[in-house]
């Protein structure tokens, strides 16, 4: 069934666009939110480039990075931040990488807002649209194909690894029972990723570069 996505009226009109073009929405409204860029039911949305995210964590331009994810949280019950971007390498934006991987963790494990690394804006659209749907779905709704997001009640790291291009619920199972804190997953090598049953090399690479970038 299509839904409904409302999108800031503050936003680019490429996003406006991106979510028009989605197959499974079904009308966009451009209008002034009280928080969150996307918004779809009860699920409120975050976007962030990877400038936007850098500049709001250290404070250089508009609000406080963690004050907008607060706003987010307050105002709906399904909140998430979602990087139009992968996690950078050392010295992108001028902030370290560590940094930005901290404060991902910190939001998704202290503030329970998972931060979910998208490569490009449809992509972003796309994940939101899933999130969106898997939040209004019954539980007797068949499971979403391979790639898609993991369980409503999953919980906030097994969601933010199901979301991770390529690793399906059954891989988000296996990386949540390896590493049920996002911070030791981040500290993870490819090597030890492919320790993972169903993680090979592929997978395991496109993992890390989902949480730091190329590089």
Request: one cysteine or more; aromatic letters at 4%.
């Amino acid at each position: 069934m299509p839904i409904t996505v409302a999108v800031d009226d503050r936003e680019p009109a490429a996003v406006a666009e991106a979510v028009r073009a989605h197959p499974d929405v079904g009308a966009a409204e451009v209008s002034r939110l009280v928080a969150g860029d996307l918004v779809a039911g009860e699920v409120g949305v975050e976007r962030k480039t990877l400038r936007d995210y850098a500049s709001a964590l250290v404070g250089r331009s508009g609000p406080d990075l963690y004050d907008q994810v607060r706003r987010l949280s307050e105002a709906y019950a399904h909140p998430y931040v979602l990087l139009e971007g992968e996690l950078p390498a050392d010295g992108d934006e001028g902030v370290p990488a560590a940094a930005v991987r901290g404060s991902a963790a910190s939001i998704t494990a202290r503030l329970g807002v998972p931060v979910v690394p998208c490569s490009d804006l449809e992509r972003l659209v796309d994940v939101a649209v899933r999130l969106a749907r898997k939040h209004v779905e019954e539980p007797s709704t068949p499971a979403p194909p391979r790639g898609s997001v993991t369980a409503l009640d999953a919980p906030t790291p097994k969601r933010m690894y199901g979301c991770i291009d390529g690793v399906g619920p059954d891989t988000a199972d296996q990386l949540y029972e390896a590493y049920p804190a996002v911070a030791d997953l981040l500290a993870a090598s490819p090597e030890e990723l492919m320790a993972v049953d169903g993680v090979g090399p592929k997978r395991a690479d496109a993992i890390y570069s989902a949480f730091r970038g190329p590089g």
